[in-house]
């Protein structure tokens, strides 16, 4: 055994667990930073940049109207009398649909137009300063005024004459005088009353009467026209709640009917979505009953207000559709989705990826396995994707979110995309 041989064995002997522990202990530093290392990594989930279509819409419900629509009321009290239809009907134009007992409108038209005519007759009198009868007295009684005045006149100027020569006495001439001042006074009371025999109260009174007596007759008028309906236009009747000899009372709807060739879509926009409307936009409308089927059309009018439908706040904006087939029914609850904007082969990434700090939309990008954040700009949105315009190429990998509660993403951090 040399020297040496004995240096080794005597310190490795005596300080062989030392050693080991040294060793061990530099191990276990070794794989503590290794562990860190990979610690620092996030897992996460990631998409690609994609060139496609992108479409921006509201979505909503609404409830279909006739574009054209006449309803027909009971103008009084009264039984259906005749049925020339049944609901579903098509009819045309001047078509009659409906008729009512209107005996009684027919009784009070009847004496309403007698209060019509003698009301006339009494304006008529008043215009005229009387009735015939009176007229003609009056005229008589006007002729022999003036004779008489005339008469009056004449025998004061001949007693003037002669009083002159000295025939006649002064008393004579004075009687003379009299006689004509009261002869012309019947005949100023007599022209006074052929200009002003009505006082203002009673023509006024007389005008009364008759505005009275044309209303009562119009709306006798009035309830004879609606008690026989007839179409206005060309149309289905939709509605006829009635039966033949039913009583129905003043302003019972007797039936409706439509032209339903084309319908209006009342849709309900809630209030954040209003300012997004502009009068053009496509419209898809959709209804349950008819799945798979799609009208289309077009925004017709903006909410002119914003009123509580329920829960929600609305304005209520309408659209108008074909339904040429007649398929949609008034009253019918669709669903409607107003596009706002459509964009073709456009950048567009998943909408969970952009996020907002002070007003500047932005994204991770995944960069050599580290994120790199990237401001973009965006332009149309929807429910899952957003439209980006700058700030990214395509096929560009962006993170969506960390896979880890406690390792949230960071500008710099190491990634691993988890799919």
Known sequence: MTLLDKDKSGFFGRHRWLVISLGAGLAVIL??????????????????????????????????????????????????????????????????????????????????QAQLKGAQAQVQAVQHGGSQEEVLTLQAQLIKARTDRD???????????????????????????????????????????????YSTPEVEHVDAEKSEAQAAYSAAEDILQKSNVIAPFDGVVYSLPVKLGGYVQAGDLLLQEADLSKVIVRAYVDEPDIGRLLPGQKTEVTWDAMPGRIWDGSVATLPSAVKLRGTRNVGETTVVLDNRDFRLLPNTNVSVTIITAQHDNVLTIPREALRQDDSKPYVYQVVDEKLRRREVAVLASNLTKVEVSNGLTDKDLVALNSMSSTKPLHDGSPVKVVQ
């Open 31 to 112: 794989l503590a930073s290794f562990n860190s290392m990979r610690d620092d990594v996030v897992p996460i989930r990631a998409a690609t940049v994609e060139r496609g279509s992108i479409r921006s819409v509201i979505s909503t419900n609404g409830k279909i109207e006739p574009a054209q629509n006449f309803e027909s009321h009971s103008p009084a009290n009264t039984t259906v009398r005749r049925l020339f239809v049944k609901e579903g009907d098509h009819v045309r134009k001047g078509q009659r649909l409906l008729q009512l007992d209107d005996a009684d409108a027919r009784s009070q038209a009847a004496r309403a």
């Open 151 to 197: 008469a009056a006149q004449r025998s004061l100027e001949a007693f003037r004459r002669l009083q002159q020569k000295g025939a006649a006495s002064a008393g004579e001439v004075k009687e003379a005088e009299n006689v004509l001042q009261r002869a012309q006074a019947d005949l100023d009371l007599l022209q006074q009353k052929q200009k002003d025999r």
